[in-house]
């Protein structure tokens, strides 16, 4: 049996080295083949490196600069003139003009007498705010069952800002920051 397999063997090695002859011997006679055709040597003598630089000066020689004649003064009576005409000057700002200061709004007497002592901590139970949504391009508060954006008036005090802590407002000069009820939540939106 063992016999048997080893000339099994000898044969498989024998047809591998056959194959890989053959595959050998037709990649080479495919290179020969593909290979460009020798060049016969040539009848001119070998060209040296001088020679190439001359050839080089020869085919992409410029003709020397001359120099120009001075051109000759423009006479007195020419006058060159700019003109803007429409285009803008660069000297104005492209800014928005910063807006006017607005004028608060005379309180009704009511008002008046609810918010004369804006420093009292009473004050802030005069508008109950109920929840804000802060963190969007549109900060709203929700106060007393209605919803206010920044700028609007309620009541007569005019919403300057709305942001996480709370709201806060202005009377008649007098800064207040109203915070939401411990029991309300507060919606931010980021």
């Known amino acids: 049996m063992d016999s048997k397999r080893a000339q099994l063997q000898k044969g498989i090695v024998v047809v591998l080295v056959l194959v890989f002859v053959w595959t050998f011997i037709g990649a080479v006679r495919s290179r020969r083949a593909s290979a460009p055709p020798p060049v016969p040597p040539s009848a001119e003598a070998p060209v040296t490196l001088p020679d190439k630089i001359q050839r080089f000066h020869q085919q992409y020689a410029t003709p020397p600069i001359q120099p120009e004649e001075p051109a000759q003064a423009a006479a007195p009576t020419d006058v060159i003139a700019y003109s803007g005409g429409s285009l803008r000057d660069p000297m104005i700002s492209l ?5 006017a200061p607005v ?14 002592a804006a420093a009292n901590p009473s004050m ?13 391009d549109r900060p709203q508060a929700l106060i007393d069952g209605a919803l206010y954006d920044v ?14 802590q709370g709201v806060t407002v202005k009377v008649r000069g007098t800064t207040l920051a109203l915070t939401p009820s411990k029991n309300q939540d507060s919606l931010g939106m980021q």
């Open 95 to 99: 800014l928005p003009k910063p807006a």
């Open 124 to 136: 802030q139970q005069t508008l109950k705010v109920q929840g804000i949504i802060w963190g969007s």
């Open 103 to 116: 004028e608060e709004a005379a309180l009704s007497p009511a008002e008046e007498e609810q918010w004369s």
């Open 151 to 164: 700028g609007e008036t309620i009541n007569g005090a005019k919403i300057i800002a709305i942001n996480r």
